[in-house]
């Protein structure tokens, strides 16, 4: 009765490990995007899938951007932690000068745009593209 119990209680302990398994951010890479007026830089982010990314979005300018980019965040993981930094519709507000950072792994291949979605900066030159190999 105890051995069954405890053989139980083993699996239902060792369950969850298994079925999941946490993106190992030791390994990330940091890829630091400069955002200025109107440009990010680099403009193409080569990456690859399953690899964990430390992504940096640093602005060199005291006015408001964002790294928007639905597709993309919704082809990978975001760390936990960095969830709330994202916002549903895919986008990373970096205000005034400042420096936000996103852990990102992506998970599947392909081509995926991205843009600053103030006022006219796309048109002005903001947008770029992340290409996950
Ligand atoms: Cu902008």
Same mark, same amino acid.
């Given at each position: 009765?105890?051995?069954?119990?405890?053989?139980?209680?083993? $699996?239902?302990?060792?369950?969850?490990?298994?079925?999941?398994?946490? @993106?190992?951010?030791?390994?990330?890479?940091?890829?630091?995007?400069g955002?200025?007026?109107?440009?990010?830089? @680099?403009? !193409?982010?080569? $990456?690859?899938?399953?690899? @964990?990314?430390?992504?940096?979005?640093?602005?060199?300018v !005291?006015?408001?951007?964002?790294?928007?980019?639905?597709?993309?965040?919704?082809?990978?993981?975001?760390?936990?932690?960095?969830?709330?930094?994202?916002?549903?519709?895919?986008?990373?507000?970096?205000?005034?000068?400042?420096?936000?950072?996103?852990?990102?792994?992506?998970?599947?291949?392909?081509?995926? @745009?991205?843009?600053?979605t103030?006022?006219?900066?796309?048109?002005?030159?903001?947008?770029?593209?992340?290409?996950?190999?």
């Amino acid at each position: 009765m105890l051995a069954r119990m405890a053989i139980a209680l083993a $699996l239902f302990v060792s369950a969850p490990a298994v079925a999941q398994t946490a @993106p190992d951010w030791s390994k990330a890479e940091t890829v630091t995007i400069g955002l200025s007026s109107y440009a990010f830089t @680099p403009s !193409t982010l080569n $990456l690859r899938v399953g690899q @964990p990314y430390h992504l940096v979005f640093a602005s060199s300018v !005291t006015k408001d951007h964002n790294f928007a980019a639905p597709a993309f965040f919704q082809s990978g993981i975001v760390a936990d932690a960095d969830k709330a930094k994202v916002s549903k519709d895919g986008e990373v507000e970096v205000d005034d000068g400042g420096t936000v950072t996103v852990d990102f792994v992506p998970e599947k291949a392909g081509t995926y @745009p991205f843009d600053c979605t103030h006022f006219m900066h796309a048109t002005l030159g903001m947008k770029g593209t992340a290409v996950v190999q």
